[in-house]
């Protein structure tokens, strides 16, 4: 067992409860996606369980504080094998290239090349936040028609990188903002305020392009339809975004300190506000497991290609974000 099969025997190993429920077939297949277990809508009383226990994931099936199974959901395994597709996707690859023009810009036109990325990379970063707010309302939109507690599992998992843009995480007093931390990265390193590069030109031309296809993936994606379908959807495009953006940050601050020992450091202006770049390479494993327990908390079985579609559409507008920002940097 390699922990990334989703075969019927390994979910017998992960949730003898299923042995009972689930017939012995496979029900999708691909090049990409191993054989997962079919969904089996049901939600019933768990024999001799009491309301004060906590139950955790079986496998596929949330159970839930007081007893029910909130149905058969996509088990982690099978999560883990369509999230993977993203790690030989085009938005790695544009990333690679990306954070490699960047590490090695030339000490006597960095500034001029990366003066516009930065200002493509003002924008993209926050209109991630109205497409995380997007996920959240597809989500709560599914009210009557997904399970109560399942619902405000994966709510619970989706509020938190929100709020941690906002600079709120659990227990801890609210700190700066990412738009704030970010600021403060700009300006130690272009040597201007952030707000003078958006009064110019506060809707760069790329990032732009992301965002309004993001919005439209988010709001009416072709061929989704109904608010489960929608949310599935919406999970697995904010599963991508994260798992894309562990990338995405881990390789921006290797990035950014090796251009700055090459480059800025002997130039006389080293980078001095790392805070912006470390918190988000620290942070976005998290998230992405964050939005991975999402999906497993809501998304069913059956919805496996639908989350595969979500991840997909997302690597495509991603990538050729990155594409053309690499671009500029060349
Ligand atoms: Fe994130």
């Known amino acids: ?19 009972r429920s689930l017939p012995k077939m496979r029900v999708f297949d691909s090049q990409r996606i191993q054989p997962f277990v079919p969904y089996c809508r049901y939600s019933r009383r768990i024999q001799g369980s009491d309301n ?9 099936m949330y159970v839930d504080w007081s007893g029910y199974l909130c149905g058969l959901t996509l ?26 023009l960047l590490a090695g810009l030339p000490a006597d036109s960095w500034e001029d090349k990366l003066a516009p990325v930065m200002n493509e990379l003002a924008y993209n970063l926050e209109s991630f936040n109205p497409a995380f707010t997007a996920v959240l309302l597809r989500v709560q939109s599914t009210i009557g028609k997904t399970d109560y507690v399942c619902r ?25 903002t990412h738009r704030e931390l970010f600021s403060l990265f700009y300006a130690d390193l272009m040597k201007q305020p952030l707000e003078t590069v958006l009064s110019k030109n506060p809707e760069p031309r790329f990032s732009k392009i992301l965002f309004d296809q993001m919005m439209r993936d988010l709001s009416a994606p072709e061929g989704i339809h109904g608010p489960v379908e929608l949310a599935s959807y919406a999970l697995g495009y904010n599963l991508a975004i994260e798992y894309l953006a562990d990338y995405e940050k881990t390789w921006m ?23 912006f770049l470390e918190v988000h390479a620290e942070g976005e494993a998290e998230h992405a497991a964050l939005g991975h327990a999402a999906v497993a ?21 991603f990538s050729a974000f990155y594409s053309e920002i690499a671009n500029m940097l060349q």
């Open 253 to 275: 601050l290797d990035s950014f300190r090796e251009l700055n020992a090459r480059v800025l450091e002997p130039q006389g202006r080293p980078l001095s506000e790392w805070l």
């Open 75 to 100: 088990m982690h395994p099978c999560v883990f094998n369509v999230q993977s597709v993203l790690d030989n996707g085009s938005s790695v690859a544009a990333l690679r290239r990306f954070n490699s």
């Open 1 to 19: 067992m390699d922990g990334t099969s989703c075969d019927f025997e390994y979910s017998i190993q992960l949730a003898p409860l299923m042995r």
């Open 297 to 317: 908390s809501m998304v069913p079985a059956s919805h496996q290609g639908i989350l595969l579609r979500a991840m997909q559409d997302h690597d495509r507008d």
């Open 52 to 60: 004060q226990r906590e139950y955790p994931h079986i496998g596929g």
């Open 152 to 176: 405000d599992n994966a709510l619970k998992n989706l509020i938190q990188p929100l709020a941690g843009e906002y600079g709120m995480h659990n227990g801890e007093p609210q700190a700066k």
